[in-house]
């Protein structure tokens, strides 16, 4: 099969749009970069189908059809990219809610393990602290 | 014997409750459990003393060659008595232990039977596996009873090391029996045996065994863990680290000594470290203030005992080492008993603190006394008759080996003596100068169990001549070194005795010169253990540290970056590049794709957030015109109606969120993200140049036409697919869609009462429904929209309805219907607010997600209920009064579904994106 270029360069300009966006850290920037990036994927699915007429049987003759099947699978995929559209917003607006901006913050249970493998500590908690403390019946005077 | 294991499983489960209506007294009926495996054991008497073996077979995983293989042979056997007598009166005790209302005593009952059970269970399993099964149960049970206090931090430490140690040493041992089961061609001990092993892997399979066996059973480098489990309550350490738990590793070791104790590394391996440990343990046990962990380490110093005589691989000496065996539970766990006894009544266990009890305790000093004088090995107890038989089998011995052995033994022996003189005196006899610890005078029944082991430890010592016949057949199966030995009190004079009398004056003598103080051991594993868990702690910091960022740019960014240095390295160097390439297919595309190109660009410059979201419509709407002019009707109607329905949803929310990006000043890192953005694109680019182009098999949908009429009843091919070919796949994509409104709907409403509101029931109360037909919206609503979006209402929904039911044959069909019909729940919000929403659709979007998810997986199971495959369609065809004849593929109430779970997501999103956010309006800053 041979590839149509056009399709090839929206492609990779969708997708290229869409990265740059996805690594922001607003949220808004987020969801934008994620609607972009799949638009680009599904162009790339839809350009592995024939080209054709409309594929319903008796409209077009069976030979002149698009190819169905990456149709249907780019359908599927447009409704979830609303799914998670709308989850993304509902969490873009909680966050501003909370925290007064849309920023992905980083996790804050995360940095303090990064801060302790810089400090080269161990965990800490339950079983390694205080040696000595509370040790009755366990070891000898 | 299986049922004995069942037995013990069934009352460990009932403890719980058997604790919960009778209390402490519960404890009587779960020691039934022990008890029956003792009179079982005892029962069976008459079939082990002539070297008879008891055997029972279950099949159970044959693919691993795990069957429930159980054998009683005579070591068993003197395990099982061990294990159901000291078990059943260690529960007996324990009534008395614990205050009555003891929090968790119904757990305590539970895990200890159930440890009871497990460790009948080892002692008769033949299956090498199902010897780990078990002996994992205990390590496991022993965990939960060492932790009977989980509010006690030195508790949970102390489990956890015991778990850890004995876990490792029971996986080691579990790569060894898999060594020794596939070599052998059978996980059958008895059968092994038969044919004892040999090979290159023979001496790996035995180390890791005996690393198993060893840590079990606390030998060094293990020993630390077992008195560190001295948090346990003392019923526990009176059965687990005396008679039960411990003793595992000594069992092993002596059932499988007798077929491969010549071969190496078995009995230098055990000597060594049983003899070490046999002088540390002693060592560390002179030098204790806590009477339990006197008698802790001292058990340490006979576990090292028992390993080095069994070790010895003789027949003379594994006969003292049963001996010595049945001795040592016998003693040992009375003065645990006793000790728990001296804690309870006392308050303190710390023989600097005790005085006079010899005098106000005489029963109880009475019973301490007998056990202490079997653990000196004073005549006539079981004590003196092991120990005396251990001299004999190394002094007859050969080589010099044995004469260091027994030296070694001799000076252990001296060890022990002066330590039982420090627990007995230490505990009862009279301290000029300490004052009088109060003293609650113990329960006389409570002395029960004690006071029968103590006798029983007499008595076996007196019935040494019938032991000796009952063990003769298990030491007969190790080779025979010298003259054969027998058990009894009086040989005469002779060396053995001589070495007694010996060890017992230097004994006393070290007892009264006492232990120098501030020697301390010269290695502890406990300081090992430690390095060894801050060390894993330590690499897992660095680990996480090092991997988990928590930045989702610099996740992101690393998964991007794999996928551009994968996927580029094989398109530049592993594939051919087609060269058959061609511009557009209609001059149309490209016209339309320099749009969408523009658009997107423009959107990643954008600082306004509204602009931004304008742009990225428009390149969704160029994507829907590059549908329409590839032949694709119905993505492109999707396509349109998807951004509408995303345009919608952004300003509803977008409203609210600044006006601006906020921007961030860092440049370099802007580049980079460009740079990243750009790499990818290239290469998404060339996989779709490259993938289209090397396309050559002819497409499945091919047949497709074909079979969306005869099959799926429908003219329409996409649609077909969608609801027929791979139904299964808009199946799971229905149901993200209800997940990602259940996420939307819990994101936003939070309280219960707002929860209401997304059932359309307004809260407060006193904000009635707007009333009747064509009534404004309260507010600053356009009146003129909002009464010409109430004509035009119903004729969306309808519209939407034709969509769904001529989709099968026409573009349309259950996404494209259910998203006109929620745009027409959109306009009717943004026109009249909340009150109109609910006056359009007064449903709980949940209701509606539901029904929808719910008609759909009912089409698909009525299908298989009428004999079809799961999501079959069948097409039927009615002739209707009045409609006419009717064309019906059952995949249409599929689609209905579809229908409804879009509806329901997109009033779910209004009613949180839209109305919710409304009332919530701006917060304070």
Redesign the interface.
């Known amino acids: ?26 949220l ?2 987020v969801l ?1 970069g994620i ?2 990036l799949a ?6 699915i ?15 003759p ?1 030979g002149e ?5 990456p ?6 995929a ?10 993304l ?6 966050s ?2 909370l925290v ?5 913050q ?6 303090r ?6 400090q ?4 800490g908690g ?3 602290s205080d ?1 000595d403390s ?8 | 014997m299986l049922v004995l294991v069942v037995v013990h499983g069934l009352t460990a489960v009932a403890a719980p409750v058997l604790v919960r209506w009778l209390g402490r007294q519960a404890l009587y009926l779960c020691s039934l459990a022990p008890f029956a495996a003792l009179g079982w054991g005892l029962a069976q008497t008459g079939r082990v003393d002539q070297g008879g073996a008891v055997t029972e077979t279950y099949r159970w995983v044959d693919r691993l060659g795990l069957q429930i293989d159980l054998r009683l042979v005579t070591i068993s056997w003197l395990m099982v008595l061990l294990v159901g007598g000291v078990g059943g009166l260690v529960l007996v005790y324990s009534v008395r232990y614990f205050p009555a209302g003891q929090d968790g005593l119904g757990r305590y009952a539970g895990v200890f039977v159930a440890f009871a059970g497990a460790m009948f269970g080892l002692v008769v399993s033949d299956n090498l596996l199902l010897l780990y099964v078990f002996w994992e149960l205990t390590t496991v049970f022993s965990y939960l009873l060492i932790a009977q206090d989980p509010t006690r931090r030195s508790s949970r430490r102390s489990a956890m090391q015991a778990l850890l140690v004995t876990t490792l040493g029971g996986l080691a041992m579990l790569g060894g029996f898999v060594l020794l089961g596939e070599s052998a061609g059978t996980y059958r001990w008895s059968q092994i045996a038969e044919q004892p092993p040999s090979g290159p892997h023979l001496a790996a399979a035995l180390t890791l065994v005996l690393l198993g066996a060893l840590s079990k059973s606390a030998i060094f480098p293990f020993s630390f863990w077992l008195p560190a489990a001295m948090a346990a309550p003392t019923p526990v350490s009176a059965y687990l680290h005396a008679a039960a738990m411990v003793k595992a590793g000594v069992f092993l070791v002596a059932l499988l000594g007798a077929t491969v104790g010549g071969d190496q590394p078995w009995r230098p391996l055990l000597l060594t470290t049983g003899l070490i440990t046999m002088l540390l343990g002693g060592w560390a046990a002179l030098r204790q203030h806590d009477l339990k962990l006197l008698l802790a380490y001292g058990t340490v110093s006979q576990l090292g005992f028992l390993v080095a005589v069994f070790g010895g691989g003789t027949a003379n000496s594994a006969l003292a080492g049963a001996a010595l065996l049945l001795a040592h539970a016998l003693f040992k766990s009375t003065l645990f008993l006793v000790v728990g006894i001296i804690d309870v009544s006392t308050g303190t266990r710390d023989l600097r603190e005790l005085t006079g009890l010899a005098r106000r305790t005489p029963v109880l000093a009475v019973v301490a006394g007998l056990a202490a004088a079997s653990m000196a090995g004073l005549p006539p107890f079981a004590g003196f008759v092991g120990k005396e038989a251990a001299f004999a089998a190394f002094l007859h011995g050969t080589g010099t080996a044995d004469l260091v052995v027994l030296t070694v033994i001799a000076i252990g022996s001296t060890l022990t003596v002066a330590y039982t003189l420090r627990f007995l005196s230490g505990a009862f006899a009279d301290k000029p100068g300490v004052p009088e610890v109060a003293l609650r005078e113990p329960a006389t029944d409570w002395l029960v169990g004690p006071a029968i082991l103590a006798v029983a430890g007499l008595g076996v010592g007196a019935a040494a001549a019938p032991l000796d016949t009952v063990l003769t057949p298990y030491s007969d199966t190790f080779p025979a070194v010298g003259s054969a030995y027998h058990l009894a009190v009086w040989h005469g004079f002779s060396g053995p005795l001589g070495l007694s009398v010996l060890v017992l004056l230097a004994g006393y003598a070290l007892y009264r010169v006492g232990a120098p103080s501030g020697a301390r051991l010269p290695f502890d594993g406990a300081a090992a253990y430690r390095r060894v868990m801050s060390g894993v702690d330590r690499l897992a910091v660095e680990l996480t540290g090092a991997t988990q960022r928590g930045s989702l740019p610099s996740y992101l960014g690393v998964i991007l970056l794999v996928l551009v240095a994968g996927l580029g390295g094989i398109l530049i160097g592993a594939v051919p590049w087609p060269e058959n390439a061609r511009a557009w297919d209609t001059s149309l595309q490209p016209v339309v794709g320099a749009g969408i190109v523009v658009a997107a660009v423009t959107a990643v410059r954008a600082l306004r957030r509204l602009t931004a979201m304008i742009l990225v419509g428009v390149s969704g709407y160029g994507v829907a015109v590059l549908f329409v002019l590839h032949g694709a009707p119905d993505l492109a109607l999707t396509q349109f109606l998807v951004e509408t329905a995303t345009i919608a949803m952004m300003v509803l929310v977008l409203r609210r969120l600044p006006e601006k990006f906020s921007e961030r000043p860092i440049r370099t890192s802007r580049v980079g993200r460009i740079a990243l953005g750009v790499a990818v694109g290239v290469v998404a680019a060339a996989m779709t140049y490259v993938a289209v182009g090397g396309r050559e098999a002819v497409p499945l949908s091919d047949a497709f036409p074909g079979e969306a009429v005869s099959f799926g009843g429908g003219k329409n091919i996409v649609n077909v697919i969608l609801v027929d070919i791979r139904a299964w796949d808009t199946m799971g994509e229905i149901s993200v869609l209800v997940v990602a409104a259940t996420g939307v709907a819990s994101l936003i409403f939070r309280r219960s009462a707002a929860l209401a509101r997304r059932r359309g029931v307004p809260v407060p109360a006193d904000q009635p429904v707007t009333p009747g037909w064509l009534s404004a919206g309260a507010g600053g609503q356009s009146v003129i929209l909002e009464v010409v979006t109430r004509l035009v209402f119903h004729t969306i929904v309808l519209f939407s309805i034709f969509l769904l039911f001529s989709g099968h044959n026409a573009p349309g069909g259950g996404f494209a219907g259910g998203l006109v019909a929620g745009l027409a729940l959109a306009i009717r919000y943004l026109a009249g607010g909340p009150d109109e929403l609910t006056a359009a659709a007064p449903v709980d979007a949940g209701w509606v997600l539901g029904a929808g998810l719910f008609v759909s997986v009912g089409t698909g199971v009525l299908a298989m209920f009428a004999g079809a495959q799961v999501l079959q369609s069948a097409v039927v065809d009615v002739h209707l009064p009045v409609l006419g004849e009717v064309h019906l593929v059952t995949s249409i109430f599929f689609d209905i579904g579809v229908y409804l779970v879009v509806v329901g997501l997109i009033l779910d999103i209004l009613r949180s994106l839209g109305a919710e956010i409304d009332r919530q309006g701006v917060p304070a800053p």
């Open positions: 099969m041979s590839p149509n270029l056009t399709y090839v360069v929206v492609v990779g300009v969708l997708v290229a749009a869409g990265v740059t966006l996805l690594l922001e850290r607003s808004t920037r934008m609607v972009l638009n680009g994927v599904n162009v790339s839809l350009a592995g189908g024939r080209f054709g007429g409309a594929p319903i049987v008796g409209t077009t069976d059809m698009s190819d169905p099947l149709q249907a699978m780019i359908l599927t447009i409704v979830i990219t609303l799914g998670i559209t709308a989850f917003l509902a969490l873009a607006y909680r501003w809610r007064g901006n849309d920023e992905v980083d996790d804050v249970e995360d940095r393990i990064v801060t302790l493998a810089e080269d500590a161990g965990p339950d079983e390694e040696e509370d040790d009755e019946g366990t070891t000898g005077p």
